[in-house]
């Protein structure tokens, strides 16, 4: 029988054994991730465990037919984490999974799988794990090249967890028989606090376009140069910072000036360089493009009127991630079934299941509502009765799915 009270248990346990006064401590390819590895497999004890070569976790149901469910989350954490991020997912799987099994075989094979690494916490690169099994993991190379901290390169990290970075892709295979990806997430964000809901669904992960936008200007002296005569490459700055409230509004997504770095940087210049980097997310790739092409005609604006050029680098981008759109319904249906409203959301952060999505397997996210929104510290939080709402809503959708898939 579904015991949604053992997942929170079970939670609290695992943050006992892999946390400290500081949060959790389950930073990939460390000791503790592996210590928290063997935990969840000894609390699916009797249920078929396999690694793959990326090192992801798999358990697996087998059903009538080899078409399969697949239920993911993540045990690794950021350091000094949250107990749920991640987790939650993992654990409130498995009570499905155990449910599962002791109805007896499904009519489809049911897997849960724990991705490895999808923090990058170490190495900076995130969705280690899913991206090798979804097959978008393509430069080898430039994982090759990646250090942590300490200096020790991510070939020999996984090394020591047996993961050869040329074999790693061969997790492709896991995803052969896949039919649908389930993934339950607390939701990292205050929306669903704000709108005193427990639950909701998710569309779809944000698209991503990040930028290092430089404007140039003229150092000179700040007692001496009139305001009239300024090449102020900060005052072009300010101004964009200020123009992404509207883009934002404007375009139905959020942009964020997270740095700006000013030389020469003393207190008795005029701003030469202002280096800004920019993050701009939208769930839509042509709104996503139109906030990409508003920034730009406004720097250029900017720059002209405070007479100081501007350039644009790309850093990273990535599109936008849409959610199986039957799948989303069947997800409202579970969350209504369970606590009467739900209610649809994108995904500011990435998560395993957009690899999945991205890898063409029909795929849909469920949110949990996170108390003050925050996460990725020892302050993450999530009200007891709204975990086991949300491991009640998993294992509802999971029934759906499982009928879905054998229909
Ligand atoms: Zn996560």
Same mark, same amino acid.
């Given at each position: 029988?579904?015991?949604?009270k053992?997942?929170?248990?079970e939670?609290?346990e695992?943050?006992?054994?892999?946390?400290?006064?500081?949060?959790?401590?389950?930073?990939a390819?460390?000791?503790t991730?592996?210590? #928290?590895?063997?935990?969840m497999?000894?609390?699916?004890?009797?249920?078929?465990?396999?690694?793959?070569?990326?090192?992801n976790q798999?358990w697996?149901?087998p059903?009538?037919?080899?078409?399969?469910?697949v239920?993911?989350g993540?045990?690794?954490?950021?350091?000094?984490?949250?107990?749920?991020?991640g987790?939650?997912?993992?654990?409130?799987?498995?009570?499905?999974?155990? =449910?599962?099994?002791?109805?007896?075989?499904?009519?489809?094979?049911v897997?849960?799988?724990s991705?490895?690494?999808?923090?990058g916490?170490?190495?900076?690169?995130?969705?280690?794990?899913?991206?090798?099994?979804?097959?978008?993991?393509?430069?080898q190379?430039?994982?090759?090249? =990646?250090?942590?901290?300490?200096?020790?390169s991510?070939p020999?990290?996984?090394?020591?967890?047996?993961?050869d970075?040329?074999?790693a892709?061969?997790a492709?295979?896991?995803?052969?028989?896949?039919?649908?990806?389930l993934e339950?997430?607390?939701?990292?964000? &205050?929306?669903?606090?704000?709108?005193?809901?427990?639950l909701?669904?998710?569309?779809?992960?944000?698209g991503?376009?990040?930028?290092?936008?430089?404007?140039?200007?003229? #150092?000179?002296?700040a007692?001496?140069? &009139?305001?009239d005569?300024?090449r102020d490459?900060?005052?072009?700055?300010g101004l964009?910072a200020?123009?992404?409230?509207?883009?934002?509004?404007?375009?139905?997504? %959020?942009?964020?000036?997270?740095?700006?770095?000013?030389? &020469?940087?003393?207190?008795t210049?005029?701003?030469?360089?202002?280096?800004?980097?920019?993050d701009q997310?939208?769930?839509?790739?042509? =709104?996503?493009?139109?906030?990409?092409?508003?920034?730009?005609?406004?720097?250029a604006?900017?720059?002209?009127?405070?007479?100081?050029?501007?350039?644009?680098?790309?850093?990273?981008?990535?599109?936008p991630?849409?959610?199986d759109?039957?799948?989303?319904e069947l997800?409202?249906?579970?969350?209504?079934?369970?606590?009467?409203?739900?209610?649809?959301? &994108?995904?500011?952060?990435l998560?395993?299941?957009?690899?999945?999505?991205r890898a063409?397997?029909?795929?849909?996210?469920?949110?949990?509502?996170?108390?003050?929104?925050?996460?990725?510290?020892?302050l993450?939080?999530?009200?007891?009765?709204?975990?086991?709402?949300?491991?009640?809503?998993l294992?509802?959708?999971?029934?759906?799915?499982?009928?879905? %898939?054998? #229909?």
């Open positions: 029988m579904l015991d949604p053992r997942t929170v248990a939670l609290r695992l943050q006992e054994l892999t946390g400290d006064e500081d949060g959790a401590q389950r930073v390819w460390t000791d991730w592996v210590e #928290a590895q063997e935990w497999a000894g609390k699916l004890d009797g249920i078929e465990m396999e690694f793959d070569e990326a090192r798999w697996t149901v059903g009538e037919s080899e078409r399969t469910l239920i993911g993540h045990l690794d954490s950021v350091p000094n984490g949250g107990w749920l991020d987790s939650l997912n993992v654990v409130a799987g498995s009570e499905v999974l155990r =449910r599962i099994a002791e109805d007896g075989r499904p009519p489809v094979t897997r849960l799988v991705w490895a690494d999808e923090e916490a170490r190495f900076g690169r995130s969705l280690f794990g899913s991206s090798a099994a979804g097959g978008s993991m393509a430069d190379h430039e994982l090759r090249e =990646r250090k942590d901290a300490d200096g020790t991510l020999e990290a996984i090394g020591a967890h047996g993961v970075l040329d074999r892709t061969g492709r295979r896991q995803l052969e028989n896949a039919a649908a990806y339950l997430h607390i939701e990292q964000g &205050p929306v669903l606090e704000s709108m005193d809901l427990p909701g669904v998710v569309l779809g992960t944000f991503v376009e990040r930028h290092l936008v430089t404007f140039r200007g003229q #150092a000179s002296h007692g001496s140069t &009139p305001m005569q300024r490459a900060l005052a072009a700055a964009l200020l123009e992404l409230y509207d883009i934002a509004e404007r375009g139905g997504g %959020v942009c964020t000036m997270g740095s700006v770095v000013t030389k &020469p940087g003393i207190v210049s005029v701003v030469e360089t202002a280096e800004c980097l920019l997310r939208n769930l839509e790739a042509d =709104r996503l493009a139109s906030m990409l092409e508003s920034a730009k005609t406004a720097a604006r900017f720059a002209e009127e405070r007479n100081v050029e501007v350039d644009w680098e790309r850093i990273w981008n990535i599109e991630i849409l959610f759109e039957e799948l989303i997800a409202d249906e579970s969350i209504r079934e369970v606590t009467g409203t739900s209610h649809r959301l &994108p995904s500011g952060p998560h395993d299941a957009a690899e999945v999505s063409g397997i029909p795929t849909v996210m469920l949110f949990v509502q996170s108390l003050r929104g925050l996460s990725h510290t020892k993450e939080d999530t009200k007891e009765e709204h975990l086991e709402l949300s491991v009640q809503a294992d509802r959708l999971a029934d759906r799915t499982i009928a879905w %898939v054998s #229909a």
